[in-house]
């Protein structure tokens, strides 16, 4: 049998995964199935050390990950991390080759994404407007759903690494911009659709339903939504450890405000999620679940919602 030399190189070659969250540990681990030498970097240790054990490497600046990658994924959370990541101190822009690719996955308003890829662009590398959509558990799945706009260049650089990652692939024009403001109208549609759900499992707790049943209802009938059916378990259990923080949709409801002023575009649903999102962010649960919009209409309305001491005191006794 042949022998294979470790120093071979790998079959997807170097990626570098900028923010190893929820969501970047997932795609960090996508790449390494696919057979990527994955080398990652985030501010928080424990991240770096858990794509490490995964068979990741581990580096101490965005420019040190990019040096020789063929793909740079940011997945951080806005437009100004985004920066910082490409043209900040020891930014992936110093140091990407070439005709390498930033992936960009951060949601952000459609023209700051046209300003990143300009000036990288200008730098001879290539920029693909990339936000992604469908949560931890698809992340790390490979099965992400992706809303990619950008140059054709662009798009076959990043094609090992889109396959590896997306279950997916919207290819939404040739300019920067268009993948994020698709990703807008994703992010207005999943705030709404957060409050509403946490607004009617309040409601069902104000009438004194059992909130289970509830739940088993809704997800058979007409009612029922993806985000309704995806964040209501966290309520239920009494569990509102950050999947997806609050202050992600007051950021992007935030956003869609702007958007929407500029273009003189009503968005009044969207105005009165942003409120909830704000309250519930003001009462010190903005690093908590989005689900917790949920204890915020129950403070107010004086419904009680399930308790996670008692969720898991009940689950031990059966």
């Not at 043209?87 to 690719?101: I, Q």
């Not at 936000?131 to 650089?157: D, H, R, V, W």
């Not at 409120?275 to 919009?293: E, F, I, N, V």
Request: with cysteine; proline share 3%.
């Amino acid at each position: 049998m042949m022998s294979v030399s470790s120093n071979a190189a790998p079959a997807g070659g170097k990626a570098a995964v900028i923010g190893l969250g929820s969501m970047g540990v997932g795609m960090a681990q996508s790449l390494l199935r696919a057979g990527f030498r994955v080398v990652g970097c985030d501010v928080t240790a424990a991240n770096v050390e858990r794509l490490v054990a995964e068979g990741g490497h581990a580096a101490a600046s965005p420019a040190e990950a990019a040096c020789d990658a063929d793909v740079v994924v940011c997945v951080v959370v806005n437009a100004d991390q985004t920066e910082t990541v490409l043209f900040g101190p020891a930014g992936a822009a110093e140091t990407m080759a070439d005709g390498a690719v930033f992936l960009s996955s951060a949601t952000m308003a459609p023209e700051i994404a046209r300003r990143l890829a300009d000036r990288l662009e200008a730098t001879g590398r290539l920029y693909l407007d990339a936000p992604i959509s469908g949560g931890a558990a698809k992340a790390a799945q490979g099965q992400l759903t992706i809303l990619a706009s950008g140059s054709q260049a662009a798009f076959a650089k990043a094609r090992p690494a889109l396959d590896a990652m997306a279950g997916k692939l919207y290819e939404l024009g040739e300019s920067a911009g268009t993948g994020a403001a698709f990703k807008m109208v994703n992010q207005l549609l999943a705030g709404v659709h957060i409050a509403a759900a946490c607004e009617a499992m309040a409601f069902a707790a104000k009438q004194g339903l059992d909130l289970g049943k509830v739940y088993e209802v809704i997800t058979a009938s007409a009612g029922n939504s993806w985000m309704f059916e995806n964040r209501v378990p966290h309520i239920l259990a009494g569990d509102y450890r950050p999947l997806s923080a609050v202050e992600i949709f007051v950021k992007d409801l935030g956003i869609i405000q702007d958007m929407a002023r500029s273009a003189r575009y009503p968005v009044p649903v969207a105005a009165a999620a942003l409120q909830m999102y704000l309250a519930t962010a003001g009462a010190g649960m903005g690093r908590d679940d989005d689900s917790s919009l949920a204890r915020i209409y129950a403070a107010l309305s004086g419904a009680v919602l399930p308790d996670a001491a008692k969720t898991s005191a009940q689950d031990a006794a059966v």
